[in-house]
């Protein structure tokens, strides 16, 4: 076996043990996650053929169609990590409420916010979707998490990632040591290291957005948009559209290649359509540890205070050069 191949098990305990303090409830956590992915991903890559397309015929608190692979999904996630005794409370897109720990498991001091299947709406096209997780520490004196320890700004994250169902299924989380891409080898079931520190481009050559809404933007993005098509304003050539509607799939692209994904607030949804802590926030932990930036426009993503649940957020995320120049075309700057 090559000295190079490092599992997900073998870089988190290693990251483990740069943090003296730690005492590996965090590492168990990070475990647990690799493990729902594996299996989320195993359903995701059948769906084709098992009865598990098409929607279950149920709405979320978000108004959407839930699919069985997005039931499945969270099932997978409740069961796994609320078992895993080191989560207080869980906060998901699926459900409405807090998701408190099963009666008989012991309670642990993390919080887990997560999407389960972000861009699930794209599954029975067999187009790439993700899971989306934040983890913060627990803040509140209560024997049960509360909403004090779910409604935290995304500055006290203590780690966050996605996993892409997608050509293969990878892993990319962030403790604070830089971001690192796992790509699963389904042949041994195993999470194995293929993007070490990995780093996004100063400035890229990819916008993705939804210009099917470009009648109901604020002039500061339709200028910033028209700007990227110019080659004189875009610096060489013009850049390159490129849009899957699966927000992990899009930013994935854009966090290896460089580029910029919006999701701005419109005079339809002045908040946009994105969820702030288990979309927007655990996504701008990871970006900003690559070297990008994340900003609804006039502020880092990690600085805002959520103030429910389901918060949404415009969203600007990608390289800084990008970023950077979007918000001052909001800003009525350029
Ligand atoms: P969910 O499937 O988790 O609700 O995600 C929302 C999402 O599908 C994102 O993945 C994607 O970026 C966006 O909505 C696409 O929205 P639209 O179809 O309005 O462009």
């Not at 899009?250 to 290896?256: G, I, M, Q, S, V």
Request: aromatic share 8%; with cysteine; proline share 4%.
């Amino acid at each position: 076996m090559p000295e190079s191949v490092i599992t997900i098990e073998r870089h988190i305990f290693e990251q483990q043990r740069k943090i003296p303090e730690a005492t590996g409830e965090f590492s168990v956590l990070l475990n647990a996650i690799a493990f729902a992915a594996k299996i989320i991903s195993r359903e995701v890559n059948k769906a084709g053929l098992v009865e598990i397309l098409g929607i279950t015929g149920q709405e979320n608190v978000q108004g959407e169609q839930v699919q069985f692979l997005d039931e499945y999904a969270q099932n997978v996630f409740v069961q796994i990590l609320g078992k895993s005794g080191h989560l207080c409370v869980m906060v998901s897109e699926e459900s409405e409420k807090l998701i408190p720990i099963m009666n008989g498991y012991s309670l642990g001091k993390y919080v887990l916010c997560f999407d389960p299947l972000d861009g699930s709406s794209n599954i029975d096209a067999n187009v790439s979707v993700g899971s989306i997780f934040g983890i913060y520490r627990k803040i509140s004196p209560d024997k049960y998490g509360s909403e004090q320890d779910v409604l935290q700004p995304g500055s006290r994250l203590v780690g966050a990632g996605y996993v892409i169902y997608g050509s293969s299924t990878m892993l990319v989380y962030s403790t604070g040591q830089g971001v690192h891409g796992f790509t699963l080898d389904p042949g041994i079931g195993e999470f194995l290291l293929s993007h070490e520190n990995i780093q996004t481009p100063k400035k890229g050559r990819i916008y993705s957005v939804n210009e099917g809404n470009i009648e109901t933007w604020d002039e500061g993005i339709k200028r910033f948009i028209i700007s990227l098509k110019q080659p004189e304003a875009a610096g060489s050539k013009p850049y390159s559209a490129r849009y899957i509607g699966s927000l992990v799939a899009d930013f994935h692209r854009n966090l290896l290649y460089g580029g910029i994904f919006l999701y701005p607030g419109d005079k339809r949804n002045p908040r946009g359509k994105l969820r702030l802590l288990y979309e927007a926030v655990p996504l701008a932990y990871i970006v900003e540890q690559a070297g990008g930036c994340a900003s609804d426009g006039f502020r880092r993503i990690l600085d805002i205070q959520p103030k429910s649940l389901h918060d949404r957020v415009p969203l600007i995320i990608g390289s800084e050069g990008d970023v950077k120049t979007c918000e001052k075309f909001i800003r009525g700057e350029m």
